[in-house]
């Protein structure tokens, strides 16, 4: 069982056609909505091997706790970028998307449940990377 999480009409009409080509609707559960309230509708005891975050960043710490609750123990929650070219590591720097990460790192760094790492990327659109955590 998979869930998906969107803000967007449109969005979720394009994962629907790509779930459906890949043969796996029956899998997955779309959700539509802003996903601080619709992954609060996912049951605990529903427990997924892997969250993926890639969403606004600024909300990156509600979504991971609201990832613990729904991962069982030994799965993953991997948040995507949370590099942003170096921005993050930038005492100068201060917008939202950088103080969501910031807040996220700053959570996972005294939370003894997970062991966690970066894993850098490099793209056209310059350097990132995701957070790999493993929920102990
Ligand atoms: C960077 S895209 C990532 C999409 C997908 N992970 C991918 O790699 O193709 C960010 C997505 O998060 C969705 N999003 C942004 N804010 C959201 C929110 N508050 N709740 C749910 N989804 C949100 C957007 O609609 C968009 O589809």
Do not use: W
Not at 68 to 74: A, D, E, L
Not at 94 to 123: C, F, M, P, W, Y
């Amino acid at each position: 069982m998979a869930a998906c999480l969107s803000s967007q009409v449109l969005d979720d009409l394009v994962a629907r056609e790509n779930f459906e080509y890949a043969g796996v609707s029956d899998k997955i559960k779309i959700l539509v909505g802003p996903a601080a309230e619709t992954l609060q509708t996912l049951p605990s005891e529903e427990k997924f091997d892997l969250a993926f975050i890639d969403a606004d960043k600024a909300s990156n710490l509600t979504y991971y706790l609201q990832a613990k609750r729904v991962v069982k123990r030994g799965g993953v929650i991997i948040v995507d970028n949370v590099v942003r070219n170096g921005t993050v590591a930038n005492p100068d720097i201060d917008d939202e998307n950088v103080r969501g990460v910031r807040n996220l790192l700053q959570h996972i760094k005294n939370d003894k449940e997970v062991d966690a790492t970066t894993i850098g990327t490099v793209s056209e659109k310059g350097y990132d990377g995701f957070l790999y955590s493993l929920y102990l």
